[in-house]
Every structure is written in structure tokens, then in C-alpha cells.
């Protein structure tokens, strides 16, 4: 089945950098790659996602980037801010003949230093 | 629209105790999800639930019990809580179907649940 590993498990970051997350996928038939951020004592909620059939994605400072060759996907995250601190997970979705449960990362805390 | 919700949001419960977390959405998802999540880890799928009438394990199913009462509403039940089992609880739900792209999984608030 479907594995996907998420690198870093914990990232710091001076406020204003760029932090990048990456993710790899195994599954080369999956085609849907959501990001979560989590908030502290919070539910997870999705802040972007993207499709097999496209590239790269943004909105405002964030941005996804996909490698179908390589399989793996990364969350960029420019001009950070304190709010950005959080846990952030991704996933994927394997595509077979039935429905399947997202596959998610194991997350990254990423913590903003103002 | 409510989206998930979740009750209860806090329970205590003793060793062998049991009781059932109760999820719901409004958004006409077929697919339901329960996932646990223990301090400083990542989301772990416990059962899900396809569409009204189906269920099926995740990675970590012992323990634990699930209905799909009818397309809206999909319940957690422990018959006899460990301490092992003290996590937050998550419910999800997303429409899906077969073979085609999927769409946002949607996650309720949570419930914090402690076994002594």
C-alpha cells in the first residue's frame, strides 16, 4: 500500500525566512496531495492541496510543488510569521478500485522565531 | 452547515469503563473516518467507513468498535478503555468516489479523552 515519509519532524525559523517541508509518496498511482496545518489543542485543517495533474500551486505565501518522476511533493511556506508556528501534515490519496483513507505524514512542527 | 461535530469534548473514564464518541456531519460526505492522536505524533486511522452500511479497519483497530448509524453519523465505541487508549480522537469525512480525484477531508474538534 500507499507509504508517504515527511521530512523534517521539526524545522525553526527566523521570521521573514522560507521554510520547506518535503514529502515522498510511493504509490505511483496516487493522485491527490493535501497539506494540514494543526494548531495547537486544534483540529487539523487543509491549507492546500494538489492534483496529479498539476505542478506547482500558490496561494499568498504558500505554495506546493509536485515531482511525479521523483514522487514527492513539498509545502513552501515564504515571509513567515509567528501565526505560522504550528504542526503541519501531509497526505496522499491512493487511487484504486475502491475508496481509500488519505495516507498522512507523520508531521512537521515548525516553529516560527520572531 | 456545522461541517463535523464531535461529542463529547472532554470524558474521563476508569479502567474498564465504556463508552462511545459520537461524530456527525451535514455535509452529505459518504466516506467517514476515526483517527487517534497521541501526544507529539501523528494522525493514526483507527476505522472507516466507505459509505452507509460499511466499515473497515485502519492501523490500529484494537480495542475499539464502530457503527455507521446511517450516512450522517459514524460512532467510536470502547468496551473496555485501557489507559493505552487515553488520546485525542479525531473524526474526519470527505466525499469520494472510485477511481476519480479526491476532495478535502474534513476533520471535527476533537475529543480529549483520559483513562486512569
Known amino acids: 500500500g500507499e507509504n508517504v515519509e515527511q521530512h523534517p519532524s521539526t524545522l525553526s525559523v527566523q521570521e521573514g525566512d522560507s521554510a520547506v517541508i518535503k514529502c515522498t509518496y510511493s504509490?505511483?498511482?496516487?493522485?491527490?496531495f493535501p497539506w494540514y496545518k494543526q494548531e495547537l489543542g486544534k483540529r487539523p485543517q487543509l491549507i492546500i492541496d494538489i492534483r496529479s495533474n498539476v505542478g506547482e500551486k500558490k496561494d499568498q505565501r504558500i505554495a506546493v510543488t509536485l515531482n511525479k518522476t521523483a514522487k514527492h511533493f513539498s509545502l513552501h511556506i515564504t515571509e513567515t510569521q509567528p501565526e505560522d508556528s504550528a504542526v503541519y501534515f501531509c497526505?496522499?490519496?491512493?487511487?484504486?478500485?475502491?475508496?481509500?483513507?488519505?495516507?498522512f505524514g507523520k508531521g512537521t512542527r515548525l516553529s516560527v522565531i520572531a | 452547515n456545522a461541517g463535523v461535530t464531535q461529542t463529547p469534548k472532554f470524558q474521563v473514564l476508569k479502567t474498564g469503563q465504556s463508552m462511545t464518541l459520537q461524530c456527525a456531519q451535514d455535509m452529505n460526505h459518504n466516506s467517514m473516518y476515526w483517527y487517534r492522536q497521541d501526544p507529539g505524533m501523528g494522525l493514526r486511522l483507527i476505522y472507516y467507513s466507505a459509505s452507509e452500511g460499511t466499515t473497515d479497519k485502519g492501523e490500529v483497530p484494537n480495542g475499539y468498535n464502530v457503527s455507521r448509524l446511517n450516512k450522517r453519523e459514524f460512532s467510536l465505541r470502547l468496551e473496555s478503555a485501557a489507559p493505552s487508549q487515553t488520546s485525542v480522537y479525531f473524526c474526519?469525512?470527505?466525499?469520494?468516489?472510485?477511481?476519480?480525484?479526491?476532495?478535502?477531508?474534513?476533520f471535527g474538534p476533537g475529543t480529549r479523552l483520559t483513562v486512569t
Open positions: 504509490d505511483s498511482a496516487s493522485n491527490y
Open positions: 497526505a496522499a490519496s491512493p487511487r484504486n478500485s475502491g475508496n481509500t483513507p488519505l495516507v
Open positions: 474526519a469525512s470527505r466525499y469520494e468516489t472510485s477511481g476519480r480525484s479526491s476532495y478535502e477531508q474534513y
